[in-house]
């Protein structure tokens, strides 16, 4: 634990442990390769910015800790960017497979609770429903 730099019965902040601790070492953290042969890389400082912008947004969206976020991507580098800055944000990350269809998107955002749902682009097609849970911020 210690290692971590976690202590007993503190606080975890999986976005320091996983990456904020090691953005100043310019050293990479995801190498992610594509289907169709494309390729991005990202340092352990630029996830971690990536992460705390998306953070800081859930946080004017209204999104407090203990809030759900559902992520509806597929396996691409921006929804570690989503986990991340959802944890940051104090959240708890709700995965949604990308195969689902608009109803059972929609049985899983009721039942989680979540407050939001973040789909990439090409996924936002498919992403039809409003959210029971969501709320106006007042931030």
């Known amino acids: 634990m210690r290692a971590l730099g976690w202590t007993p019965g503190g606080d975890v ?3 320091e ?5 090691h953005a100043t070492s310019g050293r990479p953290a995801l190498s992610w390769f ?3 042969g494309s390729h991005r890389a990202y340092t352990f400082g630029e996830l971690s910015r990536l992460s705390n912008r998306f953070a800081n947004l859930l946080q004017a969206l209204g999104v407090d800790r ?3 976020v559902a ?3 597929p396996r691409v ?3 570690l960017v989503v986990m991340l800055g959802a944890w940051k944000a104090g959240a708890i990350y709700v995965p949604i497979f990308t195969g689902f269809g608009p109803d059972a998107i929609a049985y ?3 039942h989680s609770r979540a407050r939001c749902c973040a789909p990439t682009g090409s996924m936002r097609a498919a992403f039809r429903i409003r959210c029971p849970a969501a709320r106006t911020s007042s931030r």
């Not at 442990?17 to 601790?21: I, K, M, Q, Y």
């Open 13 to 15: 902040s999986l976005g």
């Open 17 to 21: 442990t996983l990456v904020d601790r």
């Open 34 to 36: 594509g289907v169709d």
């Open 66 to 68: 203990g809030d759900r």
């Open 71 to 73: 992520g509806y991507l």
């Open 77 to 79: 580098p921006e929804t």
């Open 108 to 110: 899983r955002m009721a």
